[in-house]
């Protein structure tokens, strides 16, 4: 079946570094899955950070982007500058083609360090 | 605004005692989600909808049914509690099709305990 790897289930980021939390994922079909990070914020419910649908297109919200790489099978989040507010839970996840119900990875949270 | 909501917030429950979960949705969505999430699993899928009167097994189903009767209301039954059902269990909602296809719209969970 669909499954996503999360590597990382803790990071500790000094507030304005680089982050790169790392996303692979394994579909069934044979096409392109839909590719998703969700985030929970501290005291929120988990919501969607951002979506991408295409191989090889990028998507961005809030300073972050991540890259569809279809060779590769990674989705990895990043941004370049991290805030003290980014601090969350951060949850990859992939929908094979069709109206297929979304499987998630493990999660990784995020704490930035002032 | 549209949501997901879930009863109770809280449940505490005992082995062998049926227990009730409860969604509601407004945001007039096809699809509709149950997921558990357990430290070092993330969310892992129960069960899912994909209109009134219909349910499918997800990745994890064994111990848990789903009832569909309408299209904002989906329910999870845990007919017979145990210990290892422990966790938070949250429901989601979702378009099936157009542009916001497979994007999920979350509730706020129900921590369950069974003692």
């Known amino acids: 079946g669909d499954s996503v790897t999360q590597t990382e289930g803790q990071v500790t980021v000094s507030e304005s570094k680089s982050l790169i939390i790392n996303c692979t994922y394994s579909?069934?079909?044979?096409?392109?899955?839909?590719l998703f990070w969700y985030v929970r914020y501290p005291g929120e419910g988990l919501q969607l950070l951002l979506k991408?649908?295409?191989?090889?297109q990028k998507g961005s919200s809030r300073g972050f982007e991540a890259t569809y790489n279809k060779e590769a099978t990674s989705f990895h989040l990043q941004k370049a500058s991290v805030q003290e507010s980014d601090s969350a839970v951060y949850y990859c996840?992939?929908?094979?083609?069709?109206?297929?119900?979304?499987?998630f990875g493990a999660g990784t949270k995020l704490s930035v360090k002032p | 605004e549209a949501a997901v909501t879930q009863s109770p917030r809280n449940k505490v429950a005992v082995t062998g005692g049926k227990v009730t979960l409860s969604c509601n949705q407004t945001?007039?969505?096809?699809?509709m989600y149950w997921y558990r999430q357990d430290t070092g699993h993330g969310l892992r899928l129960i069960h899912y909808?994909?209109?009134?009167?219909?349910?499918e097994k997800g990745d994890i189903p064994d111990g848990y049914k789903a009832s569909r009767p309408s299209q904002e209301n989906f329910s999870l039954i845990l007919e017979l509690a145990t210990p290892s059902q422990t966790s938070v269990y949250f429901c989601?909602?979702?378009?099936?099709?157009?542009?916001?296809?497979?994007?999920?719209?979350f509730g706020a969970g129900t921590r369950l305990s069974v003692l």
């Open positions: 579909a069934t079909s044979i096409g392109y899955p839909n």
């Open positions: 996840a992939l929908s094979d083609l069709g109206n297929n119900a979304p499987r």
């Open positions: 945001n007039n969505h096809n699809n």
């Open positions: 989601a909602s979702g378009d099936a099709g157009g542009p916001s296809q497979n994007t999920l719209y």
């Open positions: 991408v649908i295409t191989a090889g």
């Open positions: 909808s994909y209109g009134a009167g219909s349910t």
